[in-house]
């Protein structure tokens, strides 16, 4: 009798995940995919500032170079043809 | 024999002449070599335009990918996108992308149009760029409503009535603009086929002028300075390739805050709309409409025997109406001499706009 009751209380318990609202997934649910989505997240974040300091180092050149003036065309310069 | 550099060499070398014998790239050059950018301490807010104009390419990139799959019909959008979420590949992200990339868009074209208001960046000669920055604003936010009911969930449904019910309470226009909108009497279909019409084709299209105006005036008169620092001598920095380089800075750190709000926080997907169910509870508009809907809710349903809502509605478009005029009214930023009256307007708008959507997302 223990037994009975007892599985019907689990077949009930597993019934009650059919009358939850039906949720879309909107995210992969393996965790094995999750955690290539979060590992691709943190190589794309190195990526972007590894990109941001490479910009910084060539704006930083660019701006000594026009601190010293040498970027800007001389007039009257002699061509060597 | 040619050694294999040296002949790629040559070849890269025909093909520049082969271009600059018809094309003045050289002009072009000198032009871009021409352009400054005035360096001061509100610099800052000239990123914003830069921001919005990126976050816009992106989503013609990502709405380019979604358009591929998605079924603009009464029967099969819901499901399409479902579909997308979770039989596509990378399906989810480029979904979610193309929703936070849409939010962070509107956010920066309002950020930008409040500091251009707050800058007095208006002012004569820019008139016309004010005019097509504000054009600008309502497609980024009839963008947003034109996506939300491509879902095709109830909630979106229900938003949609909502919105375009409020436009039909115009007076004299109104039931014109509602009709025009909603392709009928009701949200129904013909709204979900006119809704994609506009997403995908008219407002793509009016926003690809729209920019091109835009950034071509910005480039014949420069950007503005603010009328405190207009007369005071100030640096300027060349925007080839400086400005460039931080622009570019700049949205590496967006694209990267993007994509991490979609992985995040993916956007859900609700129950798909019935037309006949009543409106689920608890319905908010988009967080832009959410001050339109606070400022709704302040008034009664009868004002002297008139409709609430409509009075409501007019006052609100007259409110909207004086925005967009703002630059034909001040005169005095327009001779360059300040205008503390305009100033303290361009507060109470910010100030309103912040403080309504911030109630309406509380309560």
């Known amino acids: 009798m223990k037994k ?31 955690f290539i989505v979060y590992q691709n997240l943190v190589i794309f974040w190195i990526a972007i500032i590894g990109l941001i300091i490479i910009i910084r180092m060539k704006l930083r050149e660019i701006e000594r170079i026009q601190k010293m003036g040498i970027n800007k065309e001389e007039k009257d310069i002699p061509l060597l043809d | 024999m040619l050694l294999p550099e040296r002949g790629s060499r040559l070849s890269c070398q025909r093909l520049k002449n082969w271009i600059e014998e018809r094309y003045d790239f050289e002009g072009i050059k000198r032009l871009a070599a021409q352009k400054v950018i005035p360096v001061h301490r509100y610099e800052i807010w000239y990123y914003t335009g830069g921001i919005a104009m990126f976050l816009f390419i992106l989503q013609f990139i990502t709405g380019m990918v979604l358009s591929m799959y998605y079924i603009p019909h009464l029967e099969h959008a819901h499901k399409s996108i479902i579909e997308i979420v979770t039989k596509l590949n990378m399906g989810w992200f480029f979904r979610s992308v193309h929703h936070w990339g849409a939010q962070l868009a509107i956010i920066f074209v309002f950020i930008h149009v409040f500091s251009t208001l707050l800058l007095k960046a208006y002012r004569k000669p ?11 604003l309502v497609i980024s936010i009839f963008f947003g409503l034109s996506g939300y009911l491509l879902l095709w969930d109830e909630r979106a449904f229900a938003a949609v009535r909502v919105a375009t019910g409020g436009a039909g309470n115009l007076p004299l226009v109104g039931g014109f603009i509602k009709a025009f909108l909603r392709g009928g009497i009701d949200v129904t279909g013909e709204t979900l086929t006119r809704f994609y019409a506009f997403h995908v084709a008219i407002l793509p299209i009016i926003t690809i002028f729209l920019i091109g105006i835009h950034l071509m005036l910005v480039q014949m008169q420069g950007m503005s300075v603010p009328v405190s620092i207009e007369k005071k001598p100030h640096k300027t920095t060349p925007f080839f390739p400086n400005m460039l380089y931080k622009d570019l800075m700049v949205w590496l750190v967006m694209l990267g805050i993007m994509v991490s709000l979609a992985v995040f926080f993916p956007p859900e997907i609700g129950k798909k709309a019935d037309t006949l169910a009543p409106p689920p509870e608890n319905i908010k508009p988009e967080w832009y409409f959410l001050f339109l809907f606070q400022t709704l809710k302040l008034f009664p349903g009868e004002i002297l025997g008139m409709n609430g809502e409509t009075i409501a509605i007019v006052l609100i478009s007259l409110g909207v109406l004086f925005f967009f005029l703002i630059p034909f009214f001040d005169r005095k930023s327009s001779r360059g001499e300040p205008s503390p009256v305009f100033t303290w307007i361009g507060i109470i708008y910010t100030l309103y706009f912040v403080v309504m959507t911030v109630i309406g997302f509380l309560t």
């Open chain 2, 126 to 136: 820019r008139e016309l760029t004010w005019v097509t920055g504000f054009v600008l």
């Open chain 1, 4 to 34: 009975f009751f007892l599985s019907i209380a689990l077949v009930l318990l597993n019934c009650i995940s059919l009358f939850a609202e039906d949720k879309i997934e909107v995210f992969p649910s393996v965790r094995y995919e999750q």
